[in-house]
């Protein structure tokens, strides 16, 4: 039987969506890592099912609130005492999404008169736009005190962010990192390390995790899963790249060696992707067989999250589960 072999160019909004720096980075993903980065999945479409996400907040239409939404909020005096008291508080937020978990621990700090402002970083305009609609949403007046600024925390952008230019020296930076962002990078502890050798001694990082509590683990841990779970965002960088989903299986799994859940795809026929970079052209060749991830979280256990934050220089200061025993909040501070 002949297989059908499928050339391929990214759809036009791939173009409009990604600069030439993020093409490169895409192909060079694909080929090093056979990944597609999930970060850039946040732009241009992708961005849509956060909005979905964000429900009105009238008590009529309410959004069922998961722990990820609460938890800052219903710790928010405690991760205060963390911060030297009467110390005024800068939110940085890592990636804000749609805002929902922290608007709660905003309006403590305000309530508080604590809030020294709040400024994001996000790698995606779109999500940034939500984000200033739902804090002008819920925070009418405001506006003045918050900052969003498109760029890649896991850079030098970090840096500028966490200036502190106008703020007292008795400011604190409260830096958050929440819906389980960390453990979606390939390489969480470099993140880390990144994040907390820009911290000052009284700052403290916030985190919200799903972690393996050795129960209700999902069942694909133990088998790979063809065919889901599987999230439609999870395959928005291969659609923009013209990828039929009829060429390929999604499998979801467990890779034991590195602690990681993930998503990928594996192909079922030979496709062929050519990007134009710059004037020059670039193709990406995938077999039968081959695979490219399209999501990963780091799956680890609390001991892990903790040792992980020693090793890269912090100190938990606060550990606290939701009612769903997976999701928590940690609090840690540089250990120095
Ligand atoms: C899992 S969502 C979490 C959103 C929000 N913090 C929450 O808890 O609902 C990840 C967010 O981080 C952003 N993001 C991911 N990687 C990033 C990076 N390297 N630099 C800047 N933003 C990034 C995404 O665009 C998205 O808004």
Partial sequence: MDVQQHSVSPRDDFYRTYSAAQVDAIVDSLVQRGEFPYELTYLGDGSEMWREAETPSDAEHSPMLSDFDTLLTSHAARLLAVAPSASPVRIVDLGPGTTRPVRGLIRHLLDESRLAGYRAIDISAQILELARQNLGNDFPGHAGRFELCRGDFTGPDLARVLAAEGDGADTVRFVVLAGGTLYNFA??????????????????????????????????????????????????????????????????????????????????????????????????????????????????????????????????????????????????????
Wanted: one cysteine or more.
């Fill in 187 to 336: 390489d969480p502890a470099r993140v880390l390390r990144h994040v907390c050798h820009s911290l000052r001694d009284d700052d403290a990082l916030l985190l919200t995790l799903r972690i393996d509590t050795g129960v209700d683990r999902p069942p694909f841990m133990d088998q790979i899963s063809v065919g889901g779970p599987y999230k439609p965002q999870q395959l928005a960088g291969l659609d923009l790249l013209a990828v039929d989903r009829s060429w390929y299986v999604t499998e979801t799994g467990f890779d034991r060696d590195r602690s990681d859940v993930f998503v990928r795809v594996r192909f079922l026929e030979p496709v062929t992707v050519t990007f134009a970079v710059g004037d020059d052209q670039r193709a990406v060749a995938f077999e039968p067989g081959d695979t490219v991830l399209v999501w990963r979280y780091l799956y680890h256990d609390a001991a892990a999250v903790a040792d992980q934050l020693g090793r890269c220089g912090l100190r938990v200061r606060l550990f606290e589960h939701g009612q769903d025993k997976q999701v928590v909040l940690v609090a840690a501070t540089p250990a120095r």
